[in-house]
């Protein structure tokens, strides 16, 4: 089964709007990232947050993770019709050199 | 350029005939990964290497062998397909151990179908 699940898993917003999506997972891990992929093309790092850490930024994204929950989110703030694309998660158990992606939310910004 | 290539890009095969999707970077990235990615299950990840001659099966590694002889080179072989395999393929790779603060440089993909 996948480590990490998304939800939504589908998202529409207006341009300008928030976007938030979340993520949550099954054992203890090192950190966790984030993923954006652009219809069927390779996945591209947006952010990583260690395990230690809670909140995390980055231009207009902001991740949190709550480990007592193996639970994140991640909120883009002002979001353009360029931010259409699928958001992934991905962790990394503990000790394992194993990546485990999510289902992915797909978020669709209409401009 | 720093990048993450794969060939083909695409291919259309029919089943038991043996392939091999290659990938190749050139970052000097120790570890190495291949995943598929089907609709509605994501990224899975198939096998994945920490250096040369370093190797180990991801969550769905039936059907898949690898090998890495080379640093830069990770192929992905496919020694008879079946239509199960039909998927986008991708590989990736990260210059340290991805459990602690390295990521991952995605390929552009390879869309598989297998007949």
């Known amino acids: 089964s996948q480590q990490g699940e998304e939800d939504p898993q589908a998202l529409s917003i207006q341009e300008g709007e928030n976007a938030t999506m979340n993520c949550s997972y099954k054992t203890s891990i090192n950190n966790l990232q984030w993923y954006r992929q652009n219809s069927g093309r390779g996945l591209v790092h947006l952010i990583l947050i260690r395990s230690n850490e809670r909140e995390k930024h980055s231009g207009r994204l902001r991740v949190t993770l709550d480990t007592s929950k193996k639970s994140s989110s991640l909120l883009i703030t002002a979001s353009r019709a360029a931010d259409t694309a699928s958001y992934f998660c991905a962790t990394a158990p503990g000790g394992y050199q194993k990546v485990t992606f999510g289902t992915g939310t797909k978020l669709q910004v209409i401009p | 350029e720093a990048q993450v290539t794969q060939n083909p890009r695409y291919l259309i095969t029919v089943t038991g005939k043996k392939l091999t999707v290659t990938c190749s970077q050139n970052m000097n990235h120790e570890y190495m990964s291949w995943y598929r990615q089907d609709p509605g299950l994501g990224l899975r990840q198939i096998y994945y290497?920490?250096?040369?001659?370093?190797?180990d099966k991801g969550d769905v590694p039936e059907g898949y062998k690898v090998s890495r002889k080379e640093k830069r080179n990770f192929p992905l072989i496919l020694e008879s397909p079946s239509p199960n395999q039909t998927s986008l393929y991708f590989c990736?790779?990260?210059?340290?151990?991805?459990?602690?603060?390295?990521?991952?440089?995605f390929g552009p993909g390879t869309r598989l179908l297998v007949l």
């Open positions: 290497s920490m250096n040369v001659e370093v190797t």
């Open positions: 990736a790779s990260s210059s340290g151990q991805v459990t602690y603060q390295e990521t991952q440089y």
